[in-house]
């Protein structure tokens, strides 16, 4: 027996033409025609499920050449009567539209895995990157110190010997001017300075 529709004007977005199940009736519908036999293809709750759809029942299918785009619409419906002939959806329709959310969950849980994969790997490249920025930075300060060291130990040394060449200069001027001090009291006594005499 048959399960009317408690919308009429609900209809399945996907169904295809059927036989008839044993044991049931076919049915006439408002329009006094024999039903049509369909059984829905859209992967939902009503997936396997069949129907009695009135056979005056008409629709424009999509126009996907231009052949097809110049064909004149179909008129309105003249009987949108509907009847469920499946109360319940069959066994193996169900176990088909679950093996696919089952295949889709999967798919779905392999993606966020792989998601977190790629993202475990762009936060290890960047644990890396900045390791490596890290010791770069080490790098550049040893270098720098190293650097700073030498330069430190090259402005003693020059320091030395500056220091070195100022208390020479020192003590060739202090010769100089004490040679130039004896030279004139020599001068002055008439007689040579001592360093000026030979052995």
């Known amino acids: 027996m048959s399960v009317p529709c408690s919308d009429q004007e ?24 024999v039903a049509k036999v369909k059984q829905v293809e859209d992967f939902s709750d009503q997936f396997g499920m069949k ?31 509907f009847h469920w002939i499946d109360t319940e959806q069959p066994d193996w329709a169900r176990e088909e539209v679950e093996e696919k959310q089952r ?18 790997e762009k936060a290890e490249r960047e644990r890396q990157i900045q390791k490596l920025r890290a010791e770069q930075a080490r790098n550049r300060e040893v270098n720098q110190k190293r ?4 330069a430190a130990r ?8 500056r220091e070195a060449r100022e208390a020479e200069r020192k003590r060739l001027r202090e010769r100089a001017a004490e040679a130039q001090a004896a030279e004139e009291r020599g001068d002055k006594s008439g007689k040579w300075p001592r360093w000026t005499q030979g052995k």
């Open 103 to 120: 295949r889709a969950w999967a798919t779905f849980f392999e993606e966020e895995r792989w998601e977190k994969v790629r993202a475990n």
């Open 154 to 161: 090259r402005f003693a040394e020059e320091e030395v010997r």
């Open 147 to 150: 650097m700073d060291d030498e």
């Open 10 to 33: 609900f209809r399945p977005v996907k169904a295809k033409a059927a036989s008839l199940p044993p044991g049931v009736t076919a049915e006439r519908c408002w329009c006094g025609r």
């Open 51 to 81: 129907f009695f759809m009135c056979a005056s029942y008409e629709h424009d299918p999509p126009r996907s050449s231009a052949s097809s785009s110049t064909r004149p619409p179909s008129p309105p419906p003249l009987c949108k009567w």
